[in-house]
């Protein structure tokens, strides 16, 4: 799908020292289901709102991979969530995600991501983390990210704080029939320091999807 007129999208890339971002080809959404059929998190315990994982392995990679068709379809200047896939040496790892909705109004974005099990506790999750935040704050203008993460998700929890996000309230959600505490929290734009080892490729042409123009 790279070079696509129309939808420059593709052809946009986040690069750091030994990671790669990008909306992935038709290849590479393929090895992102094997990521997710390979396992995301242990049994029983669940990171997410949306049990999505909670599936047999082939029906969480078919999950994986509609989940990327549904964002490309319904993606708009004034609501979009892209969902970069993570290349580690040219393998996919994972998925960072950044969203937001009327972002050229608001300035703000959200983030949310999942790793391969085999991949976890390298440092990945930090480092494209940070990537998106500084496409965020450095690519697009961002002035806010905010995340959350529940309060028995250690590993998520703790690159936000690394991070330097500030603690933002909290939520009571019901997770699987069951009451679990979600923790928020807020970057500001002048608590991120601009990463001098981040690149980003192919943004230009891309910003008019991101950015809806204002009245």
């Known amino acids: 799908m790279d070079g696509m007129r129309h ?19 038709l290849a590479q959404l393929d090895e992102l289901g094997d990521r997710a ?15 999505w994982s909670d599936v047999p392995p082939a029906e969480r990679a078919r999950r994986a991979i509609r989940y990327q068709f549904r964002q490309w379809g319904e993606w708009t200047p004034e609501s979009w969530a892209a969902e970069f896939a993570v290349l580690l040496d040219g393998e996919v790892v994972g998925v960072q995600g950044v969203s937001a909705k009327d972002f050229g109004v608001t300035r703000e974005v959200g983030t949310g991501s999942w790793i391969g099990r085999r991949f976890q506790g390298r440092g990945i999750g930090t480092e494209m983390r940070r990537a998106v935040l500084h496409f965020a704050f450095e690519g697009l203008g961002a002035e806010h990210a905010v995340t959350s993460a529940f309060e028995d998700n250690p590993a998520s929890l703790g690159v936000t704080r690394k991070l330097g996000y500030r603690e933002d309230g909290v939520e009571i959600r ?6 679990a505490t979600e923790r ?32």
């Open 7 to 25: 939808l420059p999208l593709f052809d946009l890339s986040i690069h750091t020292p030994r990671l790669e971002l990008r909306l992935p080809s």
């Open 37 to 51: 059929a390979e396992g995301i998190h242990e049994e029983g315990f669940m990171p997410f709102l949306f049990p």
């Open 174 to 179: 019901n997770r699987l029939g069951r009451r």
């Open 184 to 215: 928020r929290f807020r970057l500001e734009r002048t608590a991120f320091s601009p990463a001098t080892d981040i690149e980003i490729r192919n943004l230009d042409a891309c910003l008019p999807l991101f950015i809806a123009p204002t009245t």
